[in-house]
């Protein structure tokens, strides 16, 4: 059974951190992308962060020099280490593996792409 657990999600005021993790199983992981989507009430889903088998990293320019993406092979979990919140941050966060794209005006989670978290809600208040 594919299972992908998220966990680290909370509430926090503008210029905190916090760091989600991401702990898969029941898929080889080696051979996954890995990333992040959020989703706002209202708005599209948006590809977050997505590190590639290669190691190659993206980031949304939203997010660019504030969150962080890493992975732990050996544990088959990823990270989201996200600093200097913002209200704008406030979303659903969905650890996301497989073939991940930008997800261009769909709803997450958007199953065509792979396995996806249950999703955790981070919330920056201002």
């Known amino acids: 059974e594919v299972q992908l657990v998220e966990s680290g999600g909370g509430s926090v005021q503008a210029g905190g951190s916090l760091r989600l993790s991401c702990t898969a199983s029941?898929?080889?992981?080696?051979?996954?992308?890995m990333g992040w989507y959020r989703q706002a009430p209202g708005n599209e889903c948006e590809l977050v962060s997505r590190i590639r088998r290669g190691g190659h990293t993206y980031y949304a320019d939203s997010v660019k020099g504030r969150f962080t993406i890493s992975q732990d092979n050996a544990k088959n979990t990823v990270y989201a280490q996200m600093n200097s919140l913002k209200p704008e941050d406030t979303a659903v966060y969905y650890c996301a593996a497989g073939r991940l794209y930008l997800p261009f005006g769909r709803l997450c989670p958007v199953a065509d792409f792979g396995y996806w978290g249950q999703g955790t809600q981070v919330t920056v208040s201002s």
């Open positions: 029941g898929f080889s992981f080696d051979d996954s992308d």
